[in-house]
């Protein structure tokens, strides 16, 4: 899965997505940890940096599209 780039993900879910779907709605889906990246600062010492697969970046932003509106009538409601 870690080998999968954005240009192969269509791809990949045209293959693979009846499992994903399957672990996702079983609740059995667990992330892939993410890639830990060292960026140097220019002042000295790194700052961390997770990247997380294509996958799981895909996945959490469709949870994004679905969730954010619910929260924004939500916080609409409370804000005023």
Known sequence: MDSVTVADLQAYLKTHWEAVKTELLAGTYR??????????KPGGGVRLLGIPTVM???LQQALLQVMNPIFLIFIQTYDA
């Open 31 to 40: 992330p892939t940890p993410v890639k830990r990246v060292a960026i140097p």
């Open 56 to 58: 799981d970046r895909f």
